[in-house]
């Protein structure tokens, strides 16, 4: 069926007959939410018949649908990429309420501001289609920590090429805590996943892009916090003053990192070690909500296109690098354990945040800050390995032959 024909269709049977707000529902049962802002003119329609009672005519609803008519088509074909949403987030949400009761673990607290954080627990998906999901405490405000590193590595090398970045940082998992201090033997970081290679990444993103004519630090931070935006589909990223301090107090250890690395020469000419270690501070330090950061996993499960804005962020190869060295060394030295039992590419921050790509279908962003002697959520990871075992979607499940889990795509 062509586009336009869905949005006669749609036409004919919601709003001909009178109810444009019958088809927002209907479309929200199938996960796409009413801020969406693909939908955003559908939306004013529908407020502004509440308010003047007029009759829609189909110019007008096929004007204002076009710009959403992507969605349009697939919601009329039940085309959406988990075609029954309400079975699967019933799925998610028994997981919730199973995984709730556990509070083992304790909150990092060697960043002072994170050790009094209270027992919050969320979850929040949104899938390549843009189909969203929230349950507990998901609209709360966390530092992304360590969940700054792909994004950041991403914006490395969309700027300076893949190539240029790994010719400073490796790409082999270390094996090692992530704040441990250890280079690989070409005297590298090992990754960009762990402290030292974020540290190295802050330094070419502040020294290397605009070679010469280098951005003020502030300029720097604007340009990282909103190429997150862009891929949060332009919701909310802020920034904790108070984590900031409090990580700066006490980093002996990242300085130690960074003068460590600066003796073994790892940053490019002409950084300013310190003043690089403190941008990197900055970039752990921004804020922001398991809701919007589940659109920033979905983009990266997108190969690179926001779904709610259809922006092309990234590009697909940087895609594709950065949720390699995601799914090899994005959760420290936990990172073999979790691919043998998940198989997909999943990173962790400090502050109790994790965020699992399933490339193709979604992201999904967990929050609990207690956390396990690797520095992983213990609700999380325990999260992402239940999901496993009700789905089939580790990369090797073979689906012809399995009749123990159930494919997400079939879940009719
Ligand atoms: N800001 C933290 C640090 O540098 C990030 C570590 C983490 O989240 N694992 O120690």
């Known amino acids: 069926m062509s586009s336009e024909k869905s949005i006669q269709e749609i036409y004919k049977s919601y709003v001909a007959t009178g109810s444009v707000k019958k088809f927002m529902n209907d479309i929200k049962a199938q996960g796409i939410q009413e801020n969406d802002p693909r939908l955003s003119q559908i939306a004013e329609l529908t407020k502004e018949r509440e308010q003047k009672e007029k009759k829609v005519d189909y110019e007008n609803f096929a004007r204002r649908s076009t710009p959403c008519c992507g969605l349009m088509k697939k919601f009329s074909e039940r085309q959406f990429v988990i075609p029954n949403f309400e079975k699967f987030t019933k799925t998610i949400e028994d997981l919730y309420w199973r995984i709730k009761p556990n509070t083992t673990g304790k909150n990092a607290a060697y960043i002072p501001q994170l050790a009094s954080i209270p027992d919050y627990w969320g979850i929040s998906i949104c899938t390549v289609d843009g189909q969203r999901f929230q349950i507990g405490d998901t609209g709360n405000g966390f530092s992304i920590q360590s969940c700054c590193k792909p994004l950041n590595y991403a914006i490395a090398c969309e700027y300076l090429t893949s190539d240029v970045v790994h010719k400073f940082i490796g790409q082999e998992p270390s094996g090692r805590m992530f704040n441990e201090m250890v280079l690989d033997h070409n005297n590298q970081p090992h990754n960009p996943m762990i402290n030292s290679g974020a540290i190295a990444t802050a330094s070419l993103i502040y020294t290397l892009i605009d070679g010469d004519q280098r951005r003020s630090m502030a300029d720097k931070f604007d340009m990282v916090k909103t190429w997150m935006e862009r891929a949060g589909g332009n919701e909310r990223f802020g920034f904790n003053n108070s984590i900031y301090l409090s990580e700066k107090e006490v980093a002996d250890r990242n300085f130690a990192l960074g003068y460590f690395m600066k003796e073994n020469k790892v940053f490019p000419e002409k950084t300013n070690m310190l003043?690089?270690?403190?941008?990197?501070?900055?970039?752990?330090?921004?804020?922001?909500?398991?809701e919007t950061f589940s659109v920033v996993a979905s983009t990266f499960a997108n190969g690179g296109v926001c779904p709610?804005?259809?922006?092309?962020?990234?590009?697909?190869?940087?895609?594709?690098?950065?949720?390699?060295?995601?799914?090899?060394?994005?959760?420290?030295?936990?990172?073999?354990?979790?691919s043998f039992n998940v198989g997909l590419p999943a990173k962790s921050g400090v502050s109790g945040v994790i965020m699992l790509v399933i490339p193709n279908l979604a992201g999904i962003v967990c929050y609990s800050p207690k956390l396990d002697q690797h520095g992983n959520s213990v609700r999380g990871i325990q999260f992402c390995e239940e999901l496993l075992k009700t789905y089939a979607i580790h990369p090797y499940d073979n689906l012809?032959?399995?009749?123990?889990?159930?494919?997400?795509?079939?879940?009719?």
């Open 275 to 290: 003043e690089s270690l403190d941008f990197y501070f900055q970039l752990c330090s921004i804020e922001t909500s398991a």
């Open 308 to 338: 709610l804005t259809d922006e092309k962020i990234f590009s697909v190869d940087t895609c594709r690098d950065v949720l390699s060295l995601m799914h090899s060394c994005g959760l420290y030295d936990y990172s073999g354990q979790f």
């Open 400 to 412: 012809r032959h399995t009749l123990a889990r159930r494919s997400i795509y079939e879940d009719k």
